[in-house]
Every structure is written in structure tokens, then in C-alpha cells.
């Protein structure tokens, strides 16, 4: 089955720094797809970054980027130069496909709580 | 920008009671999900809708929910009756061509159970 980690409950940083998220999964897909989503107080699911597993370039989106180990199953954000409204909840997620109805779900992670500090 | 929206943002019910949280989906999707996230928890998928059907649902998903699409832009999530334990936060989301497109999340329905 098909899981997600993130083993890094809170992370802090100070603003104009760079921090990096960490997150691993497990599955035996070949193809697959992986995202970041960001959850600020508000609550609502905001997403950062997507990564198809076929391509071996690593995805970015401005200050956003990633760092994806196909072999070694990781999938790190990085963010740079860290602003005030990046404080959120970050979560990792892996899109499995639901058998035979060609849909698919995300299996999230624990997600990783990320403070910046003035 | 289209977005995917939900109403309301609070609901509060008695144990017991039927609730219905509404979602309107992004125009041109056709997939379309509802997950759950209790309080402190991770966001756990309970349910995809394509082709006025659904297609696939978790474990969570019994018998005291279901899920309808009444007319062509309303999604709807009804819980039978409500139980303390169903309080959490519903997020509906959809995608476009194939399942395998980015799901966009609406800003989701905060429930409480009393």
C-alpha cells in the first residue's frame, strides 16, 4: 500500500531564508504523481507544486521547487527567500489511481507545520 | 480564476441530524471528490464522483453518506445522521480531463457535531 511521511511535524525559519521540507513515500508504480499542497489558517487546501514521476527534471514555481529522488522515494520543497504568509501547514501527497474507474485520490501525509519568523 | 466553492463555511448539528454540505466545482471539470480532515489529522479522501456515478470510495464512506449531483454545477455531500465523530472539515475538489489532473480544493465546510 501505497504511503506518504513527512517526519517533520514543525519547521521555523526566518524570513529571506531557505527551508526545506521534507517527504518520502513507498509504492512499486512506476507512474505516479506527487504534489505539495499549503494550508494556511484558514484552512483552505492551496496547491504549491506538482511532480510527474516520468519526468527527471525537478518542478519548480517561483520561490518553490523541489527535489525529487525517484530511486531513494523523496520528494523535498524547498522554499526560498521565505515570506510571512508562507506560514502554514504543508502537506505532501501521493495520487494513486482507484482501480479499474480510471480515478484517482491523494494519499496525504501527516504534513509539516512551518512557521517564518520576522 | 475559477474556483471551487463551499457552503457553508460553519455548519454546526445535533447528533443525529441530517446535513447536506454543497460544493460547486470548477466549470469545465468532470471528476469530483469529497475529503475529510479531522482536527489535527491528515486529509483522507472518502469519495470520487464521475459520469453522475460514483466511481470509487473509502471505508469512511458508509452508509450515512451520499453524494449527488442535482443539476450541472452542484455537488452535494449528505451525512444521514450525524454522529460526534463525523465533526471535521470537508473539502470537496475536481478535476478536468482525466483523473490523473491536478485536483483543485474548494476552501471547505468546517462541521460540527454536538
Known amino acids: 500500500a501505497q504511503t506518504v511521511t513527512q517526519s517533520q511535524p514543525e519547521m521555523s525559519v526566518q524570513e529571506a531564508e531557505t527551508v526545506t521540507l521534507s517527504c518520502t513515500y513507498d509504492t512499486s508504480e512506476n507512474n505516479y504523481y506527487l504534489f505539495w499542497y499549503k494550508q494556511p489558517p484558514s484552512r483552505q487546501m492551496i496547491l504549491v507544486i506538482r511532480q510527474e514521476a516520468y519526468k527527471q527534471q525537478n518542478a519548480t514555481e517561483n520561490r518553490f521547487s523541489v527535489n525529487f529522488q525517484k530511486a531513494a522515494k523523496s520528494f523535498s520543497l524547498k522554499i526560498s527567500d521565505s515570506q510571512l504568509g508562507d506560514t502554514a501547514m504543508y502537506f505532501c501527497?501521493?495520487?494513486?489511481?482507484?482501480?479499474?474507474?480510471?480515478?484517482?485520490?491523494?494519499?496525504f501525509g501527516t504534513g509539516t507545520r512551518l512557521k517564518v519568523l520576522a | 480564476e475559477p474556483e471551487v466553492t463551499q457552503t457553508p463555511s460553519h455548519q454546526v448539528t445535533q447528533m443525529g441530524q441530517e446535513v447536506i454540505l454543497r460544493c460547486v466545482p470548477i466549470s469545465n471539470h468532470l471528476y469530483f471528490y469529497w475529503y475529510r480532515q479531522i482536527l489535527g489529522q491528515k486529509v483522507e479522501f472518502l469519495v470520487s464522483?464521475?459520469?453522475?456515478?460514483?466511481?470509487?470510495k473509502s471505508e469512511i464512506f458508509d452508509d450515512q453518506f451520499s453524494v449527488e449531483r442535482p443539476d450541472g454545477s452542484n455537488f452535494t455531500l449528505k451525512i444521514r445522521s450525524t454522529k460526534l465523530e463525523d465533526s471535521a472539515m470537508y473539502f470537496c475538489?475536481?478535476?478536468?480531463?482525466?483523473?490523473?489532473?491536478?485536483?483543485?480544493f474548494g476552501p471547505g465546510t468546517r462541521l460540527t457535531v454536538l
Open positions: 464522483f464521475y459520469n453522475n456515478e460514483i466511481s470509487e
Open positions: 475538489a475536481s478535476s478536468d480531463r482525466t483523473g490523473t489532473d491536478t485536483q483543485y
Open positions: 501527497a501521493f495520487m494513486k489511481r482507484l482501480g479499474a474507474s480510471g480515478t484517482y485520490k491523494y494519499i
